[in-house]
């Protein structure tokens, strides 16, 4: 079936250094790739998100590219700050019908001060 | 925390014994999801529902069962028939069930089934 496969598992990185996470994702048909941000015993919040008609979106420190022909996408963070630090999930709808995601196995991220 | 409510927060039961986890929206979202998270393997969906009275299974529907009798609602049972119950349960809601619709996420049900 389709899926998503994210990396890595964990990042560590020094505040204010840039973070990178890399997603892949198996359904062609897929067009719709959200990020989602989870801290610790909270719940997941959407941080950003792209369209396939586009390559590219920035919202202040955070960005995502998707790259539909080699069907990977990535968040990239920079300037990190001690706040980042949480678990990080990737996505992709199927059967674009339902508005139905799939996550990938997610990234922990460490911003170290 | 916006407005989707699952209840209660922390739940243990013991083997054998169906569950029942409860989440309420009161966003006037037509979709309603369910998640179950655990550790290094992402969010896995249960079931979903675009609209009133009709749900799919998702990836790992087996010992689970739903209904969706009213639009702000969307239990989730866990029945003595799913292997391994524990783990960390979450609701979502979104707009709509099409393309693009974010989710908006509760703040989940921590199930220990012993």
């Known amino acids: 079936g389709e899926n998503v496969e994210q990396h890595p598992s964990t990042l560590s990185v020094q505040e204010g250094d840039s973070a990178v996470i890399k997603c892949t994702y198996s359904?062609?048909?897929?067009?719709?790739f959200p990020w989602y941000k989870q801290e610790l015993g909270k719940r997941p919040q959407l941080i950003i998100d792209i369209r396939s008609n586009v390559g590219e979106k920035k919202d202040q420190r955070i960005a995502v590219t998707l790259n539909k022909t080699a069907k990977h996408f990535s968040l990239h963070i920079t300037e990190t700050q001690p706040e980042d630090s949480a678990v990080y999930f990737c996505?992709?709808?199927?059967?674009?019908?339902?508005?139905?995601?799939?996550f990938g196995q997610g990234t922990t991220l460490q911003v170290k001060p | 925390d916006g407005g989707i409510t699952q209840s209660p927060k922390y739940l243990f039961r013991k083997e054998g014994q169906n569950v029942t986890l409860s989440c309420e929206q009161n966003l006037n979202h037509d979709a309603m999801y369910w998640y179950r998270q655990d550790p290094g393997q992402g969010l896995r969906l249960i079931y979903y529902s675009q609209i009133v009275n009709d749900f799919q299974k998702g990836d790992i529907a087996e010992g689970y069962s739903v209904s969706r009798e009213k639009k702000e609602s969307f239990p989730l049972t866990v029945t003595s028939a799913q292997k391994n119950p524990t783990a960390f349960y979450l609701c979502?809601?979104?707009?709509?069930?099409?393309?693009?619709?974010?989710?908006?996420f509760g703040n989940g049900t921590r199930l220990t089934v012993t």
């Open positions: 996505a992709a709808n199927t059967n674009s019908n339902t508005g139905k995601l799939i």
């Open positions: 359904d062609s048909a897929s067009n719709y």
């Open positions: 979502a809601s979104s707009p709509t069930g099409s393309l693009g619709s974010p989710l908006h």
